[in-house]
């Protein structure tokens, strides 16, 4: 009765990789339990994600090399897995919630969120390439656009196409406050999407600063953001909560493949209790103010809720 924070399955987002081809479930070292999955089998595991209870995912595309281009072309074109199975999605399980990523990394031979001109991300010549993205994912029948990419302006850019071709049923969860972190390393496995040189510095946000994420959240709001999105969540409890006291948008929070890979690590070793440590886990986030999670966990949490 007096409990002031819940943990229901609604919140929860479950990230999914996807590959091309069939038959295919690849584990992912560094990610105990999360698989790169063909279109067969990921539709095999939405299926029994929503047995569960967990309705919403967000999908990322692992994109074989000889696909990658400066201009990630293959993002947006016609002959792109992750657009077929989007539509696949949506027209066996129309009841889920689909989100996309949109950033260029996945499809870049450079492996940067945006395109590099002489050694450096050029932000503005990045934003008609996020739009083309946006755009066919839009068609493909995505529920919520997630531009990760961390270009300023991206928010309104992607708001424009999408209203003049008609998709503006289409909701934005951008990532606001998304911080040059070390926490991203099992993901950049998962994808081999590790930048080809440098780091992500000039784009993501500097773990330091806090009062730049509310320059970032003001200026995604007035861009027509429906969601704001902090990530990491557990380095990063003060965010979510300053992001939740100065908004009324919802607030999520992406527990990243690394809190992931830590928790799942030590309980291997048997040196924490993993069916108390993870709901506690996902508890705080809420607690600190994330109305929505991004996590891995999801499916798990839903595991445990069954078994009481
Ligand atoms: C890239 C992207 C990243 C993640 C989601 N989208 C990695 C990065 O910015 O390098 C990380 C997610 C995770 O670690 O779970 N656009």
Request: net charge negative; charged share 25%.
């Amino acid at each position: 009765m007096v409990r002031e924070t819940s943990l229901s399955l609604d919140n929860l987002i479950f990230p999914l990789f996807l590959v091309d081809g069939a038959g295919k479930k690849i584990p992912i070292d560094s990610m105990p339990g999360i698989f790169r999955f063909s279109e067969d089998l990921l539709l095999q595991e939405v299926e029994d994600c929503l047995k569960l209870g967990v309705k919403s995912f967000v999908l990322f595309p692992a994109v074989e090399n000889a696909l990658k281009n400066k201009e990630a072309t293959y993002s947006y074109s016609s002959s792109n897995f992750y657009l077929r199975t989007i539509r696949e999605i949506k027209k066996r399980f129309p009841e889920s919630c689909i989100m996309s990523d949109v950033a260029m990394d996945p499809y870049s031979s450079d492996g940067h969120d945006g395109y590099v001109e002489n050694g450096k991300i050029d932000n503005d010549k990045t934003l008609p390439i996020l739009g083309k993205m946006a755009l066919a994912q839009a068609e493909a029948g995505i529920d919520i656009i997630g531009p990760s990419d961390m270009m300023d302006g991206r928010i309104g850019h992607i708001r424009t196409v999408l209203d003049e071709q008609g998709y503006s049923d289409t909701s934005i969860m951008s990532y606001t406050a998304k911080y040059a972190s070390a926490w991203y390393g099992p993901f950049r496995d998962a994808l081999d999407s590790a930048p080809k040189f440098g780091d992500k510095k000039t784009y993501q946000m500097d773990p330091a600063n806090k009062n730049e994420a509310l320059i970032e959240a003001g200026l995604d709001e007035s861009e027509g953001a429906d969601f704001l999105m902090v990530k990491p969540a557990l380095c990063y409890l003060d965010v979510i909560h300053l992001l939740k006291e100065h908004s009324t948008l919802p607030i999520t929070a992406y527990n990243v493949s690394g809190e992931f890979a830590m928790l799942k690590a030590a309980a291997e070793r048997g040196w924490i209790d993993y069916n108390r440590a993870m709901p506690e886990m996902l508890t705080s986030i809420r607690r600190a103010g994330a109305d929505i999670i991004l996590t891995y966990f999801a499916k798990e949490y839903a595991l445990l809720l069954k078994q009481g």
